[in-house]
């Protein structure tokens, strides 16, 4: 059997962690983002690393595509 002395202390406990869960959540600073001047020459770069092809390859004259039926 829950005494009310323990339901009042339950119910205490409970609020007071939520309304420190909220505050940290509230005073959280912002992440700080990047300006797109630091980064423009930067990410391009990297873009072109990562998704360019490193060849040339040769697009003519290829094998001729033919239906499987």
């Given amino acids: 059997m829950v005494t009310p002395k323990s339901l009042i202390l339950a119910i ?8 420190g869960a909220g505050l940290w959540i509230v005073f959280q600073p912002a992440p700080a983002r990047p ?15 990562f998704f360019g092809t490193g060849k040339r390859y040769d697009m003519e004259n290829g094998q001729e595509m033919k239906p499987r039926w």
């Fill in 35 to 49: 300006t797109l001047d630091t980064q423009g020459s930067d990410r391009q770069t990297r873009n072109h690393d």
């Fill in 12 to 19: 205490l406990c409970l609020s007071i962690a939520l309304v």
